[in-house]
């Protein structure tokens, strides 16, 4: 998908436009426009909606939603889903820390007590961390 920088490339945006005419989802949100212009409509379009009815409903409105979604969800997949789905994650977040990920993460945690996280004992004493290493940005 392309982002706005490209979006506003006026040799991009005809490539995007011809892409969007073929089917292709080319805006976050777009999907179902059969043009850019008509993508970057519903795009703007859904956050709008989405932001009112974040009004409407609240933090607790919210809760009760992913409640139900998280319970739905349940019910599909039942118990052998479930584990499939945490194995999966599991391996997948293995291969994104590697060795020295777990290494800075575990040196972090075994810092840590009841009053204190490992991370401002970390930084009391001096001990270096380097969290990127196992924290996972999304793009």
Same mark, same amino acid.
């Given at each position: 998908?392309?982002?706005?920088?490209?979006?506003?490339?006026?040799?991009?945006?005809?490539?995007?436009?011809?892409?969007?005419?073929?089917?292709?989802?080319?805006?976050?949100?777009?999907?179902?426009?059969?043009?850019?212009?008509?993508?970057?409509?519903?795009?703007?379009?859904?956050?709008? @909606?989405?932001?009112?009815? %974040? +009004?409407?409903? #609240? /933090?607790? &409105? =919210?809760? *009760?939603?992913?409640?139900? $979604? !998280?319970?739905?969800?349940?019910?599909?997949?039942?118990?052998?889903?479930?584990?499939?789905?945490?194995?999966? @994650?599991?391996?997948?977040? %293995? +291969?994104?820390? #590697? /060795?020295? &990920? =777990?290494? *800075?993460?575990?040196?972090? $945690? !075994?810092?840590?007590?009841?009053?204190?996280?490992?991370?401002?004992?970390?930084?009391?004493?001096g001990i270096p961390i380097d969290e990127s290493k196992f924290k996972t940005t999304?793009?």
């Open positions: 998908m392309a982002s706005e920088q490209e979006r506003r490339d006026p040799q991009k945006r005809e490539d995007l436009d011809e892409k969007a005419k073929q089917g292709e989802t080319v805006v976050p949100g777009g999907t179902g426009g059969h043009s850019l212009k008509a993508q970057e409509h519903l795009a703007e379009g859904r956050h709008r @909606g989405g932001e009112i009815r %974040k +009004e409407q409903l #609240g /933090h607790e &409105g =919210y809760q *009760e939603i992913g409640h139900r $979604g !998280g319970e739905t969800r349940k019910e599909q997949l039942g118990h052998e889903g479930y584990r499939q789905m945490g194995k999966e @994650g599991g391996e997948t977040r %293995k +291969e994104q820390l #590697g /060795h020295e &990920g =777990y290494h *800075e993460m575990g040196k972090k $945690g !075994g810092l840590s007590t009841k009053d204190k996280s490992g991370g401002e004992r970390a930084a009391e004493e999304t793009p």
